[in-house]
């Protein structure tokens, strides 16, 4: 019905950049709000950062002034613009999308495959 495929994650040093990509593809009608989450073994899966429908975005602490969630509707893509990384940072990324269909369910959250990102030196 819908998928949602990531892309970008890899190895970077510490101080530098990676840009996460989730493209969604299927049968619906529109896209509300678009979220990033982290999880590391052990801990509980984090919100990262999350774009509204209207592109009003929001970010957690951790991640403030480093990162940029974004969002293209022709492309039915979210981005996530990652500066300035630190080891902390390291651990899977998962993208998360509110998709509206004319079919059943009319409403339903998805999930991305996950994307490893690893910064070390």
């Known amino acids: 019905q819908v998928q949602l495929v990531e892309s970008g994650g890899g190895l970077v040093q510490p101080g530098g950049s990676l840009r996460l990509s989730c493209a969604a593809s299927?049968?619906?009608?529109?896209?509300?709000?678009m979220r990033w989450y982290r999880q590391a073994p052990g801990k509980q899966r984090e919100l990262v950062a999350r774009?509204?429908?209207?592109?009003?975005?929001n970010y957690a602490d951790s991640v403030k002034g480093r990162f940029t969630i974004s969002r293209d509707n022709v492309k039915n893509t979210v981005y996530l613009q990652m500066n300035s990384l630190k080891p902390d940072d390291t651990d899977v990324y998962y993208c998360?999308?509110?998709?509206?269909?004319?079919?059943?369910?009319?409403?339903?959250?998805?999930w991305g495959q996950g994307t490893q990102v690893t910064v070390s030196s």
């Open positions: 774009i509204t429908g209207g592109g009003s975005p």
């Open positions: 998360n999308m509110g998709i509206f269909s004319l079919g059943s369910p009319v409403y339903a959250e998805y």
């Open positions: 299927g049968r619906f009608t529109n896209i509300g709000n």
